[in-house]
């Protein structure tokens, strides 16, 4: 059975950076597209990046276009957003999922994920 565990929140002032990584196992990770989430409190879970098997592709929300990057390595079975100049609108708790994928597509849609981590806290503070 698959599970991803994700790492890295924790609590920084706006500007800052963070680095989340999402841990694979279980799974061919390579035949998997990766997605990062987040929720907001009192928000419902909203879209935040995405990547192909291969990592040759990604999308990003508008919102964090420019300031965070989504990348992987399938020998490590590791996804990671890094977060740069991070704001206090980014507070969230944020999740990676898996989809198996055909070659070149992501996906966008909670729903399309197969796969989902616990979760990990980010709090931007001002």
């Known amino acids: 059975q698959g599970q991803l565990v994700e790492t890295g929140g924790g609590l920084v002032q706006a500007g800052g950076s963070l680095r989340l990584s999402c841990a694979a196992s279980?799974?061919?990770?390579?035949?998997?597209?990766m997605g990062w989430f987040r929720q907001a409190p009192g928000k419902e879970r909203e879209f935040v990046a995405a990547?192909?098997?291969?990592?040759?592709?990604?999308y990003y929300v508008d919102s964090v276009k420019g300031r965070f990057t989504i990348s992987r390595d399938n020998a490590k079975n590791t996804v990671w957003l890094q977060m740069n100049d991070l704001k206090p609108e980014d507070t969230a708790v944020y999740y990676c999922?898996?989809?198996?994928?055909?070659?070149?597509?992501?996906?966008?849609?909670?729903?399309?994920?197969?796969?989902w981590g616990q979760g990990t806290q980010v709090t931007v503070s001002s």
């Open positions: 999922a898996a989809k198996i994928a055909i070659s070149g597509t992501y996906y966008l849609e909670e729903f399309q994920y197969g796969y």
């Open positions: 279980g799974l061919t990770f390579s035949l998997y597209a």
């Open positions: 990547l192909t098997r291969s990592g040759g592709s990604t």
